[in-house]
């Protein structure tokens, strides 16, 4: 089975542009999710997606970023305008819909998209 | 969310086994624990789950304590291809949020 694929694993941009990132789950995982790792710092939760519906944005660091997932399939995570602190790696990860309390929702991560701003 | 302890880093020679523990002392009763681990230049990727009882798999091996406080991830024979940061997650009952924490790096010699 085709794991989680991230697009494009790099992109440098200047202060002030755009960027989009994508994430394509693994066929049939309803849940989604992004982290981001920023320079010598933990890995971060952003947001949790279940099909097209956000189920946890707590982690969002501010309006600048956009998340979306049409119709539960792929997600993008876009950055506008972007700042020098949105540097760092940015994972994706999906899993099945197992029961909640089961334990058996196991995500899978995908190689990541570093984002650096200058 | 229950917080982590963890060693910031850990030394083992290679084919030696590795004890990693970690301490999560508010966790709550049916929050269950993840371990995952991230390879230099990959995502992060799961290596086993436990609630209550001892886990094997082909990765590992789990030890929850009784009063599961604290847990510790055992790799019977490290290899150079364990080095890594390895992170311990509970995750709280009722979400399927993770949260990672500070991790483990693991740095297997030769």
Known sequence: EAGVTQFPSHSVIEKGQTVTLRCDPISGHDNLYWYRRVMGKEIKFLLHFVKESKQDESGMPNNRFLAERTGGTYSTLKVQPAELEDSGVYFCASSQNAPLNSGANVLTFGAGSRLTVL | ?110
């Not at chain 2, 269950?32 to 436990?50: K, T």
């Not at chain 2, 599961?68 to 399927?96: M, N």
Request: with cysteine.
């Open chain 2, 1 to 110: 969310d229950a917080k982590t302890t963890q060693p910031n880093s850990m030394e083992s020679n290679e084919e030696e086994p590795v004890h990693l523990p970690c301490n999560h002392s508010t966790i709550s009763g049916t929050d269950y624990i993840h371990w995952y681990r991230q390879l230099p230049s990959q995502g992060p990727e799961y290596v086993i789950h436990g609630l209550t009882s001892n886990v094997n798999n082909r990765m590992a091996s789990l030890a929850i304590a009784e009063d599961r406080k604290s847990s510790t991830l055992i790799l019977h024979r490290a290899t150079l291809r364990d080095a890594a940061v390895y992170y311990c997650i509970p995750v709280l009952s009722g979400t399927y949020k993770y949260i990672f924490g500070t991790g483990t790096r693991l740095k297997v010699l030769a």
